[in-house]
Structure formats: structure tokens, C-alpha cells
DNA sequence: ATGTTTTATCGTGTTTTAACGATAAATAAA
DNA sequence: TTTATTTATCGTTAAAACACGATAAAACAT
């Protein structure tokens, strides 16, 4: 609760709050993580770190089949998860340079 | 792109995915920066460590006040930045728990 | 007291997200 | 071949996010 004073001394135009890219690209890795379930899918599959297939459903309780399958497509299409196909299953794992893009950009702020 | 196989060997249940509330306060906190706009005004007040007053609204381009008033306040009640009200201005800084927080939970993944 | 500046809020329209059931597609099992 | 299992996609509905202009509220200046 300290005060909170504004120094006029400093200018605003030379502070750089990086790219519009860079902002642009960390706001997609945040929308991604903006769910419960997918922190929860994504938290299931650091940490089996060989990955799993779908009982990724089963873990998510109360929500149906097709919702975490939408789920799991905003997390692949955002570049933290892989899905690849194995039978009639699919095998889904963590994609770690997505993760770590994500942990650079967190440490940039 | 290296292979990616099932291990049946572990169980999900001896795996845990953290505390539902840590999962939900995780997904708030992504969720306030799920926008570009907010993250350059995380950006803008981390920098300039003393706090700015109403110039971000002109730092933000292309958005009308009214947009980056509701930004501010979106920042503001998930804990990340703090207001105070100096004359006619309000002073914006950052609310250093609230990022030390988001920095904790997304290390936890 | 009156007018000006600054910021928040309200009302509105538009777009995006979230969730579901139903269904299609692909493989495995019978 | 037929049937079952698994997963993605489609269509829909409801809710939330986003953006804006207009306006209200508060403090300052005249």
C-alpha cells in the first residue's frame, strides 16, 4: 500500500515496451492459457513427460468429449502441445519450445 | 519432431495437476494479458518504475480512451496494476505481487 | 460560479469464446 | 464385412470480450 507518485522527469518515448510483434505473440500464449482446462491439460502433460493419449478426457471432468478436443486444438494451434496419431488413438504431448517461448516472453515483461 | 509414444506404465491418477484454484487463478491472470493492449501496458508501467498517469492512452495507438480505460480496469481487478487518484489525473503503477504471482504460477506449469 | 480537463462508466453493436450433442472419419476388432 | 472405439468437426446457442461514442463525475482553473 505505499504511495504511488508520478515522475515527470522520466519521459515516455524512450521507453521501449518491446515489439508490437513480441506483445502480439505473448497475448496468444496468454489466451491460450486463459482456461482452467487447458492450464490443467497443459500442467497433465508436463508432467507425464512421455505424453498421453485421450484420456486427457477423462481427467478433465465435466466437460464433454468435443469440448476438450476444442481445447486441445487451441493449445496445438498456439504451439504448446504436438498431436500425433497412433492407431485410432492420438497422442498427445507437450511441445517444448512452446513452453519456454511462453516462459521467455513471461521473463521479458 | 522426434516420436512421441504412449507410456502405459503411468498412472494418471499418482499425477497431479495442482489445486484447481491455482489452475483457475493461473487462467485470470493469462487472461488479463490475452490482449496486446495490455500487455504493452504492463510493459510501459514495469519500465517505467514510477507510475504513469492518463499518457497511456496516447502511448496505446489506435484506441479510443474509453477502450484503454476498460483495459486499465481489467488490469486493475485481476491485481496486476494499482490505480490512485492524484488531483484530476489517476497515477497507474504496477501491483509488483500480482506479477511476482503470475511469475510463481507459470513456473509451476 | 463557470468552464475545462481528465477519467470512468453506460449503452450499444460486433465479434469471439465456450459448451454441447450429433455426426463423420479412421482404425481396430469381431 | 460388419461392428465398435476413438477423436475431430459441424451446427447451434449462450455468454463474454472488444471497441466505440456519449455522458457523468471529480478536481482544477478562471
Known amino acids: 500500500m505505499d504511495k504511488c507518485h508520478c515522475d515527470p522527469s522520466e519521459k515516455y518515448d524512450s521507453i521501449s515496451t518491446g515489439s508490437k510483434e513480441k506483445n502480439r505473440e505473448l497475448a496468444l500464449l496468454c489466451k491460450a492459457l486463459a482456461h482452467p482446462a487447458r492450464v490443467q491439460i497443459l500442467k497433465l ?8 493419449c485421450g484420456e486427457i478426457v ?3 471432468e ?3 468429449q468435443s469440448t ?22 492420438v497422442c498427445y504431448c507437450i511441445e517444448p519450445s512452446g513452453l519456454r517461448r511462453l516462459r521467455v516472453l513471461i521473463a521479458d515483461i
Request: overall charge neutral.
Open 62 to 64: 465435466d466437460l464433454a
Open 58 to 60: 477423462d481427467q478433465i
Open 68 to 89: 476438450v478436443s476444442q481445447h486441445l486444438k487451441i493449445l496445438k494451434d498456439t504451439g504448446l502441445i504436438r498431436g500425433e496419431i497412433e492407431g485410432t488413438a
Open 45 to 52: 502433460l508436463v508432467r507425464k513427460q512421455s505424453c498421453i
